[in-house]
T-cell receptor, first 109, second 114 residues
Framework: GQNIDQPTEMTATEGAIVQINCTYQ??????LFWYQQHAGEAPTFLSY??LDGLEEKGRFSSFLSRSKGYSYLLLKELQMKDSASYLC??????????WGAGTKLIIKP | ETGVTQTPRHLVMGMTNKKSLKCEQH?????MYWYKQSAKKPLELMFV???????ENNSVPSRFSPECPNSSHLFLHLHTLQPEDSALYLC?????????????FGPGTRLTVL
């Protein structure tokens, strides 16, 4: 079957760095997405990786290793507004997104 | 209005009621999706429409009935629902044929079935 695993919850301190991991087993691979979802709001797109390596976008970076079925989202200089759920999703061979359950990130002052 | 909008934002209904959820996108996209989001569970894809044609139906019970009259509007008709259908229902749209399938989500309808 298809499976996306990510931690349920993480806690970090304002100003620090946090890494959210995602491992996947899917029928084919056409790319990996990270979305951010604040409580009560719509998920919003953060990043897309299809080739191995690191994609940097401001304070957020996303890494992919296709051979390991592994990705992480790195958040630097954490701010209180980064408290949200972070969703990992993989596009399978049918171009459908398979979603993880999300990681709830709690930022403490 | 821009982006993806959904109405109503909150809905409480009894198991014998009939109601409809509405989604509208103002992004010129040609693919639209219905998802179910339950607490601490992955997003569940329910239906996909490409160019108004249904291309995916992930074994969704017949008490959920989608309708896509044009590329900008998507409905989810509900009837004789069960309490376990209580969840957040998210609509999304995407531009098919792009480099990657970035989906834009609406704010969702919080559904409670009594």
């Amino acid at each position: 079957g298809q499976n996306i695993d990510q931690p349920t919850e993480m806690t970090a301190t304002e100003g620090a760095i946090v890494q959210i991991n995602c491992t996947y087993q899917t029928s084919g691979f056409n790319g990996l997405f990270w979305y951010q979802q604040h409580a009560g709001e719509a998920p919003t797109f953060l990043s897309y990786n299809v080739l191995d390596g690191l994609e940097e976008k401001g304070r957020f970076s996303s890494f992919l290793s296709r051979s390991k079925g592994y990705s992480y989202l790195l958040l630097k200089e954490l701010q209180m507004k980064d408290s949200a759920s972070y969703l990992c999703a993989v596009e399978d061979s049918n171009y459908q997104l398979i979603w993880g359950a999300g990681t709830k990130l709690i930022i403490k002052p | 209005e821009t982006g993806v909008t959904q109405t109503p934002r909150h809905l409480v209904m009894g198991m014998t009621n009939k109601k409809s959820l509405k989604c509208e996108q103002h992004l010129g996209h040609n693919a639209m999706y219905w998802y179910k989001q339950s607490a601490k569970k992955p997003l569940e894809l329910m239906f996909v429409y490409n160019f108004k044609e249904q291309t995916e139906n992930n074994s969704v019970p017949s008490r959920f009935s989608p309708e896509c009259p044009n590329s900008s509007h998507l409905f989810l008709h509900l009837h004789t629902l069960q309490p376990e259908d209580s969840a957040l229902y998210l609509c999304a749209s995407a531009a098919s044929g792009g480099d990657y399938n970035e989906q834009f989500f609406g704010p969702g309808t919080r559904l409670t079935v009594l």
